[in-house]
């Protein structure tokens, strides 16, 4: 999946300029004030951060996190989106394990408390070219878990009125290694409960790695291109009944490196690029590399990316 993804973007990228699309998409999802009602609180969607010694990757992170450090007014919180290393699907054990001493190294740079969600390419080993074999006491999502997700893969927590769910949207396919987008049972189970819980009056926000919703794959290449199971989450439909009753403003994505915003059903979805632009090789689409701000109010949201100032080195 990683391989086919990195070649439809060298396609695509010759085919689409900054001026195309997707970039007219990005335009509007800076959206406007509807009042002027005083802001409860911001917070920061990084997402794709690909950490890796190649590439200034880690001088890029860093820079992009000196930036969330200056933004005023401060915000209350990060929250990533996965893929916070290159790749743990498919390297060896001392290659993953430098990624993550990277990433941590890069975060200790921080100044704001961080909330974590898993991508495909935190997991280790999820892959028909695996490296590191399931009887590995790090295969998986074991490592995410113990040092991210305060071991747990999903999560949520509440802050000032509003309502986070932190999903696990990489599920295995059941006859290869490899990575699907999935919310399996166990999971759907939690989330209904928590959902039932928050109650239907509360503001949610939803935080996935793989997006319920995305044209890119369209634009790209055709209104008819079939996609890999790894490209959506493939039973978000059953997800999008469960979230029907309830008051959920915003599901923030990554994924796919490009910037993205769909409202359907009164639900606004953002894809919010990658920090890493395309893998620290430059911007995608013209977009430069950069993060996602969003500002809560009493029930409503404001959208904002901020770049901040990368630029790519040659390999």
């Not at 890069?106 to 969600?117: A, D, Q, R």
């Not at 996609?227 to 599901?251: D, M, T």
Request: proline share 4%.
């Amino acid at each position: 999946m990683r391989i086919k993804r990195r070649e439809l973007f060298r396609q695509s990228a010759s085919s689409i300029t900054a001026g195309g699309f997707l970039n007219l998409v990005s335009d509007h999802l800076q959206a406007n004030p509807l009042d002027n009602s005083t802001p409860a609180f911001r917070f920061v969607h990084l997402t794709d951060m690909h950490v890796q010694p190649e590439l200034g990757a880690v001088e890029g992170f860093k820079q992009c996190i000196e930036a969330v450090n200056r933004l005023s007014p401060k915000p209350d919180f990060v929250i990533t989106g996965g893929d916070l290393i290159m790749d743990a699907l498919a390297v060896d054990e001392p290659r993953m394990k430098l990624q993550w001493t990277l990433f941590d190294e890069c975060m200790k740079g921080l100044e704001l408390p961080v909330h974590h969600t898993i991508g495909n390419h935190d997991v280790v080993g999820w892959s028909k070219n695996q490296q590191i074999k399931p009887t590995h006491a790090q295969y998986g999502k074991r490592l995410f878990a113990e040092r991210y997700g305060h071991g747990q893969t999903y999560r949520s927590f509440d802050h000032r009125g509003w309502h986070f769910i932190l999903l696990d949207s990489i599920g295995q396919a059941s006859d290869s290694p490899d990575y699907i987008g999935l919310i399996d049972d166990q999971q759907k189970d939690w989330l209904k409960r928590d959902l039932e819980a928050t109650g239907k009056s509360r503001p949610i926000i939803v935080v996935t790695h793989i997006p319920f919703l995305s044209t890119w794959h369209q634009v790209v290449g055709s209104p008819q291109k079939a996609l890999s199971a790894g490209a959506l989450i493939s039973n978000g439909f059953e997800l999008r009944k469960l979230f029907e009753p309830y008051n959920i403003k915003l599901v923030l994505s990554g994924h796919g490196h490009v910037r993205e915003r769909i409202d359907v059903n009164h639900v606004t979805h953002i894809q919010s690029g990658a920090v890493s632009g395309m893998w620290w090789k430059g911007p995608v689409f013209g977009d430069a590399e950069a993060f996602g701000v969003v500002t809560c109010h009493a029930d409503r949201f404001d959208y904002q990316y901020e770049t901040f100032g990368w630029k790519a080195r040659k390999a």
